[in-house]
T-cell receptor
Framework: EDQVTQSPEALRLQEGESSSLNCSYT??????LFWYRQDPGKGPEFLFT???AGEEKEKERLKATLTKKESFLHITAPKPEDSATYLC????????????FGQGTELSVKP | DTGVSQNPRHKITKRGQNVTFRCDPI?????LYWYRQTLGQGPEFLTY????????KSRLLSDRFSAERPKGSFSTLEIQRTEQGDSAMYLC???????????FGDGTRLSIL
């Protein structure tokens, strides 16, 4: 069965303290992995798509990487405005783009 | 703003009432998805459309739930005879192609009294 697991569930950082979030996946035929950011009371906001092992994408203080079994979201020198829940998702093979999400990592960055 | 739009943002209703939500996708997107999200969890897939055709429904979507996308534009999600367990955030997303990134609206939060 296709599955996505994120860790840790919650992460508290001081401003400037770099760290990484993990997304482990089990799917039959990876067709991409998506990272989203979700603020309280809002819908998920698209960040990155990764399609193949070894691929990396960057946006401001965020960098996403992909291996054959997991993806990492690295946050370099975070700021309080980076506080949010970060979700990863993979499309289910041959089911029209239906996404399976992890439960998310709630990131809190204190000044 | 050309993003995905959902209305209403909040809906409070009594158990047993019917509710309907609307989603307006990004105009050039032919794929439209509905998800449900409860507190502390990631979104769970409910159903999706390609243009006006509903192509898949999750086991989560009981016969009290129905979704439509007339003319392949906006979509509605109706819940009949609401129950306490229906309380959740209902999210709509759209994409240009089936493997492309899905772009989400800000959801409709449903509260059942």
């Amino acid at each position: 069965e296709d599955q996505v697991t994120q860790s840790p569930e919650a992460l508290r950082l001081q401003e400037g303290e770099s760290s990484s979030l993990n997304c482990s996946y089990t799917v039959s035929g990876l067709r991409g992995l998506f990272w989203y950011r979700q603020d309280p009371g809002k819908g998920p906001e698209f960040l990155f798509t990764l399609y193949s092992a070894g691929e990396e994408k960057e946006k401001e203080r965020l960098k996403a990487t992909l291996t054959k079994k997991e993806s990492f979201l690295h946050i370099t020198a975070p700021k309080p405005e980076d506080s949010a829940t970060y979700l990863c998702a993979v499309p289910v093979y041959n089911q029209g783009g239906k996404l399976i999400f992890g439960q998310g990592t709630e990131l809190s960055v204190k000044p | 703003d050309t993003g995905v739009s959902q209305n209403p943002r909040h809906k409070i209703t009594k158990r047993g009432q019917n509710v309907t939500f609307r989603c307006d996708p990004i105009s050039e997107h032919n794929r439209l998805y509905w998800y449900r999200q409860t507190l502390g969890q990631g979104p769970e897939f409910l159903t999706y459309f390609q243009n006006e055709a509903q192509l898949e429904k999750s086991r989560l979507l009981s016969d009290r739930f129905s979704a439509e996308r007339p003319k392949g534009s906006f979509s509605t999600l109706e819940i009949q005879r609401t129950e306490q367990g229906d309380s959740a955030m209902y999210l709509c997303a759209s994409s240009l192609v089936d493997q492309g990134p899905q772009h989400f609206g800000d959801g409709t939060r449903l509260s059942i009294l």
